[in-house]
């Protein structure tokens, strides 16, 4: 650990500071180049502009770029430290964004006294992009700060740790439990946190079929339950009438545990209370809920995920967020609402089924084969095929409930 501590420092200091920089898509060189690019030439689609605004998708960036906007009030699972502590996070963001899909996405991170200040300050500057990513914002405001963002402006805006998480929960849950031989209106789910991911993900698997009184979720004083007095709005929707008190209480016999909370809450002698052949998503980054280790030395019947790269079934927003913008842009949606998110779900659930090309193989050097099964419920982020198949799914079914200003794909759209 000592060891990629140190590398993960290299990596970002050297040999330039941070993850991205700028380039030129037009020359520059002369000047008549310059005469083009700046002045006078420039004049010419500002006057374009002025006068009809969606010119703007024509004669500038703004169609490809999409910005990532955090507060830094909780950074992955390490929690309120500020918005330039998030910065690495967020330069990571653009990077998975130019990277999977080739969207130009800017970093800003922002400083605020009020909800409304931070709702204030994004609607200010959403028109210079073709779409926000809120990332890494604490429950309860990020509801209400995407709920007025969405209202306010007119192009998609998305807060990537519910959704994002919500919608690659979803497609690697219905997959875990199909190998587990477990229906999802059957199962048990105890969801550790009540927080952004938390909420969205469970609203998400009940749209997919889990039956809400078979939920139990957990915040940081146990049993999310009626008779708390202490819950808001979000975490009322969750509230069961329930004489359980405990993650003890409510594991036993659970055919899911989903955590979206913090690092090494759930024991080896917890996993052994659940179901027969259950399902363990312990999201929390960079440290799960349970080390894959410690679960499997528990018992050999669970299917375990994790949010991080380093283990099997990675359950992470990465699976979405390129690919959901990237579709949601090139039809000039304005929003990404149920269809299109529950398009991404099925999409990225069915992918997990094919046979996986030998360029996926070759990214994981400690691989030697991957199939659908219990070590492989959901693609990997490096599967080329994720941006054709997501943002197909995704364009297409924004174009089906009418939000895109563009309603045709071409034939050969992602091919
Ligand atoms: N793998 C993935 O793709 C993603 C993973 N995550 C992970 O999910 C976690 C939560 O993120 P997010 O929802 O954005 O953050 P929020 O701040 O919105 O929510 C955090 C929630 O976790 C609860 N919590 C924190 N620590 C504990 C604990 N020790 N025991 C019980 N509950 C706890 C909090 O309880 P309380 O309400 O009482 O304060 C709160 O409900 C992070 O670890 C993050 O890394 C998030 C997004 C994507
Ligand atoms: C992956 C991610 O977005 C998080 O842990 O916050
Ligand atoms: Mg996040």
Redo the contacts with the bound molecule.
């Keep these: 650990m000592a060891d990629l501590r140190q590398q993960a420092l290299d990596y970002h200091e050297f040999p330039t500071p941070g993850k991205m920089a700028v380039c030129l898509t037009k020359p520059a060189q002369t000047s008549m180049d310059l005469a083009l690019a700046y002045s006078p030439g420039v004049a010419e689609p500002v006057r374009e502009i002025a006068s009809n605004p969606a010119d703007a998708y024509r004669y500038t960036a703004k169609g490809n770029t999409v910005a990532v906007i955090s507060n830094g009030?909780?950074i992955?699972?390490?929690?309120?430290l500020g918005p330039l502590a998030s910065k690495p996070v967020m330069e990571g963001k653009a990077l998975l964004f130019k990277h999977f899909a080739n969207i130009d996405a800017t970093d800003i991170q922002v400083k605020h006294r009020t909800t409304e200040e931070f709702i204030n300050t994004v609607e200010a500057i959403a028109d210079t992009f073709g779409g926000i990513n809120l990332e890494?914002?604490?429950?309860?405001e990020?509801f209400e700060i995407e709920r007025e963002l969405i209202e306010r402006c007119s192009i998609p805006v998305f807060h990537?740790?519910?959704h994002?998480?919500a919608i690659?929960?979803a497609a690697g849950m219905i997959n875990a439990l199909e190998i587990q031989g477990k229906s999802i209106e059957k199962a048990v789910f105890v969801c550790?946190?009540?927080?952004?991911?938390?909420?969205?993900c469970m609203t998400m698997l009940v749209k997919c079929g889990a039956s809400r009184e078979n939920v139990y979720m957990?915040?940081?004083?146990g049993v999310i339950h009626t008779r708390r007095d202490d819950l808001n709005e979000y975490?009322e929707l969750f509230a069961n009438n329930t004489d359980k008190r405990t993650l003890q209480d409510v594991i036993k016999g659970a055919d899911v545990f989903l955590?979206?909370?913090?690092?090494d809450?759930l024991t080896a002698e917890d996993v052994l209370l659940m179901a027969d052949n259950p399902v363990i998503?312990a999201?929390?980054?960079?440290?799960p809920e349970i080390k894959p280790e410690v679960a499997h030395d528990a018992r050999k019947d669970l299917i375990m995920g994790?949010?991080?790269s380093d283990y099997p079934n990675?359950?992470?927003?990465?699976l979405c967020f390129p690919f959901i913008f990237r579709g949601a842009l090139d039809v000039r949606a304005s929003r990404i609402n149920d269809e299109m998110k529950i398009a991404a779900v099925h999409a990225i659930a069915e992918l997990a089924k094919e046979s996986v090309p030998d360029s996926v193989l070759a990214a994981y050097p400690n691989v030697t084969s991957l199939s659908f099964g219990p070590d492989y419920v959901l693609p990997k982020p490096m599967d080329p095929r994720l941006l054709p198949r997501i943002a197909r799914a995704v364009a297409q079914a924004a174009i089906d409930s009418g939000v895109a200003a563009i309603t045709t794909l071409p034939e050969d759209y992602l091919v």
């Design positions: 009030t909780a992955l699972g390490l929690g309120n890494d914002i604490k429950a309860p990020c990537d740790d519910q994002g998480t690659v929960t550790m946190g009540a927080g952004a991911a938390a909420i969205a957990l915040d940081r004083k975490k955590g979206l909370s913090g690092p809450v998503f999201c929390s980054n960079p440290d994790t949010g991080r990675q359950v992470n927003n990465v």
